[in-house]
């Protein structure tokens, strides 16, 4: 039971001091009603002071109470201090010859970033030729000293561990 306590302790550490930061852009719109091409580079994200753990997911996004009609093409996260890119991994896509709406979302699996300034790129196409369509970009960044109380939490289970062989 102690261990329970213990594992449960280490999530809370790990988790409660996550913060996260968004991006949303919803000005992209099809004049043409056949699919206007789009490309936002450079999108301020977050900056970093050291190297960090980061996670992110890319979400479309359509205007207040409409379904999204943007396909994402590409994603990528760029250090602007290092010139590192990360391209982004689609997980949820629409059939576009099928569908002018739907959901699409696109994923950055957790990797260690180094520090400096981060930017988005995103390029796709908007199928709506009345309201605006875009995205919301969401990253997950850990607040400054939360390895130290995962660290501290981690040393309690295993001392808690160390203790109940002894006894």
């Known amino acids: 039971m102690k261990a329970l306590f213990a594992a449960a302790a280490l999530g809370l550490a790990a988790n409660a001091f996550a913060g996260s930061v968004s991006l949303t852009r919803l000005e992209e719109i099809d004049l043409t009603g056949d699919g206007q091409v789009f490309s936002e580079t450079g999108l301020p994200f977050f900056t970093l002071s050291q190297d960090t753990w980061v996670s992110g997911v890319l979400n479309t996004a359509g205007f207040p109470g409409t379904e999204p009609s943007v396909d994402i093409s590409a994603v990528s996260l760029k250090n602007l201090t ?33 520090a400096g300034s ?8 908007s199928y709506s030729n009345t309201l605006e369509q875009g995205f919301t970009a969401t990253a997950e960044l850990p607040e400054p000293g939360s390895a130290g109380l995962a660290v501290a939490a981690v040393a309690g289970a295993l001392l808690a561990r160390r203790r109940r062989k002894a006894d």
């Open 82 to 114: 290092t010139g590192e890119v990360f391209s982004w991994t689609e997980l949820l896509s629409v059939d576009w010859n099928a569908d002018r709406v739907g959901l699409e979302q696109w994923g950055f699996a957790p990797r260690l970033l180094a």
């Open 118 to 125: 981060w930017s988005l790129d995103v390029a796709g196409t």
